[in-house]
Each structure stands twice: as structure tokens, then as C-alpha cells.
């Protein structure tokens, strides 16, 4: 099982250019969710999705849109990036139905906007 | 809205030295969990405290929740090298459903000098 993957690892953007960043887990997990982690920041909630075909805001939303495209999948996208969105992006999963919700999580994806 | 918060920020040790990291939440508590990042790593679950007054052990880790559910600590005995990353701590106060959000702590950098 390669658990949570996510694409690219990084990416340089220009001011106002758009992209979408890649999540995937075959855990069969219900919960899926997009973090950014900024130095002395911690993790910081962007979306997360409670199951397939549902998307909620969290702390930091603004500037971003998600799509949970199946189960498996959960996507963030940048429509017109901006310098303060320059950080390390992490998806995570969490099975959602048991006592323990250990969220899991992937690489990262390091974005740099210009 | 819910804050975690976490200190120190940053902690040196020489090895075989103990370390000990303390997190407060504004708001009571469901469960408490920690992860471990290590340098350019993605943050790794540790274990979950879901219990007032809960104690539990890893090893020469040690996990406690308080008993107001408010605050918990991390204490490492005899630090290794292998020790070296950032510890977060993340709250919750959900108590069911696949709903699960975590508000994480700004974390608590440690190294370890050989």
C-alpha cells in the first residue's frame, strides 16, 4: 500500500497563475483532508471532506477550492496564486468510523509563488 | 474559535538529557493526539489520549491528558539522536462521527546535540 500520495512534490508559480494540487490514499479511508504548514505556524486546516461527496471549510480557506472527486481522491486548487500562498501543502486521510483517528499523511507538496 | 497552544518552541538538549513539550487548549478537550515530523519529513502519528487524567508510555516516551482535558504534555526520558524533529499536538472536540477536525499546535522543535 503506498497510503497517501500526492502531486507534484514541488512547484514554482507566478503570481496569478492557477494549479491544482493532487491527493490520493488506498486506505479506503472516508475522511480526507489539505493542510499548510508555514514556519512557527504548524498545520493549518484549509478543506477537508467528512466523506465522498462532501467538502467543508477550514481555518485558512480563503484562495483555495477543493473537489473530493471520489473516495479516493481530493483535490486543492489555486486559481490565482499569490505570494502568501507560498508553504508546504499536506493532504491526510483518517478511516473516520473507528475510536482511534489517526490522521495519515503525505509527502507534502512544496509551493513556491513568485 | 478553538486554540492549541504549545511551548516551548524550540528546545536543545545534549543527548541523554530529558525533554518534556506542554500543550493548553482554550476549550475542553474530546481527545488529544501527537505526531512527530522529522526534518523534512510529514508529521507521523504517535498516539492518542482520550481519557481525563490518561497516562500512557511509548518506550521513553510519555503521554499524559489532564485531567480537566484542557492541557497535555509530551516527556521524552533520555533523549536520543534519534529523537530529533518537531512534536505537534492536536486537539480535538469532536466526539464522533467522520467529521473528525484537529486543530493542531504550532509544535516544539527539538535537537539533540551527540
Known amino acids: 500500500n503506498a497510503g497517501v500520495t500526492q502531486t507534484p512534490k514541488f512547484q514554482v508559480l507566478k503570481t496569478g497563475q492557477s494549479m491544482t494540487l493532487q491527493c490520493a490514499q488506498d486506505?479506503?479511508?472516508?475522511?480526507m483532508y489539505w493542510y499548510r504548514q508555514d514556519p512557527g505556524m504548524g498545520l493549518r486546516l484549509i478543506y477537508y471532506?467528512?466523506?465522498?461527496?462532501?467538502?467543508d471549510k477550514g481555518e485558512v480557506p480563503n484562495g483555495y477550492n477543493v473537489s473530493r472527486l471520489n473516495k479516493r481522491e481530493f483535490s486543492l486548487r489555486l486559481e490565482s496564486a499569490a505570494p502568501s500562498q507560498t508553504s508546504v501543502y499536506f493532504c491526510?486521510?483518517?478511516?473516520?468510523?473507528?475510536?482511534?483517528?489517526?490522521?495519515?499523511f503525505g509527502p507534502g507538496t512544496r509551493l513556491t509563488v513568485l | 474559535g478553538q486554540q492549541v497552544m504549545q511551548i516551548p518552541q524550540y528546545q536543545h538538549v545534549q543527548e541523554g538529557e530529558d525533554f518534556t513539550t506542554y500543550c493548553n487548549s482554550s476549550t475542553t478537550l474530546s481527545n488529544i493526539q501527537w505526531y512527530k515530523q522529522r526534518p523534512g519529513g510529514h508529521p507521523v502519528f504517535l498516539i492518542q489520549l482520550v481519557k481525563s487524567g490518561e497516562v500512557k508510555k511509548q518506550k521513553r516516551l510519555t503521554f499524559q491528558f489532564g485531567e480537566a482535558k484542557k492541557n497535555s504534555s509530551l516527556h521524552i526520558t533520555a533523549t536520543q539522536t534519534t529523537d530529533v524533529g518537531t512534536y505537534f499536538c492536536?486537539?480535538?472536540?469532536?466526539?464522533?462521527?467522520?467529521?473528525?477536525?484537529?486543530?493542531f499546535g504550532k509544535g516544539t522543535l527539538l535537537t539533540v546535540n551527540p
Open positions: 491526510a486521510s483518517s478511516e473516520g468510523t473507528s475510536v482511534v483517528y489517526e490522521q495519515f
Open positions: 471532506s467528512a466523506s465522498e461527496g462532501t467538502t
Open positions: 486506505m479506503n479511508h472516508n475522511s
Open positions: 492536536a486537539g480535538s472536540r469532536n466526539s464522533g462521527g467522520s467529521n473528525y477536525k484537529l486543530t
